[in-house]
């Protein structure tokens, strides 16, 4: 069965940075994109950031751009996601989640219809941003 597990998160001060990480395991391939979500306590959970099978497809949501970068290592069945100039208004629970696509250049910061959806989650890294 397809698995993520997230790791990286903790506290961190405002203007610093943290990686997160996303590992896969049962796959059956490397042919999934995957995305970046987050969700603060009372607010929607949201896609921030995503990245395409062939990795060279990113997206981010304005409130991160030029903050945050996502990465893959498909050896190492990792994605990242490399968040500097941290803000409090970041602090979330981060998850990541995979759609299972042979499309390379698909990337999407919320779910599609079937097949297309984000089928496989993980369990959320926490992400605290105080001084």
């Known amino acids: 069965q397809p698995q993520l597990v997230e790791s990286g998160g903790g506290l961190a001060q405002p203007g610093g940075s943290l990686r997160l990480s996303c590992t896969a395991s049962?796959?059956?391939?490397?042919?999934?994109?995957i995305g970046w979500f987050r969700q603060a306590p009372g607010k929607e959970r949201e896609g921030i950031s995503c990245?395409?099978?062939?990795?060279?497809?990113?997206k981010y949501v304005d409130s991160v751009k030029d903050r945050f970068t996502t990465s893959r290592d498909d050896a190492k069945k990792t994605v990242y996601l490399q968040m500097t100039n941290l803000k409090p208004e970041d602090t979330a629970l981060y998850y990541c989640a995979a759609i299972i696509t042979s499309v390379q250049a698909m990337c999407a910061l919320f779910s599609y219809s079937p097949p297309y959806e984000y089928r496989y989650w993980g369990q959320g890294t926490q992400v605290t941003v105080s001084s």
């Open positions: 990245i395409s099978v062939s990795g060279d497809v990113t």
């Open positions: 049962g796959f059956t391939s490397d042919y999934y994109a």
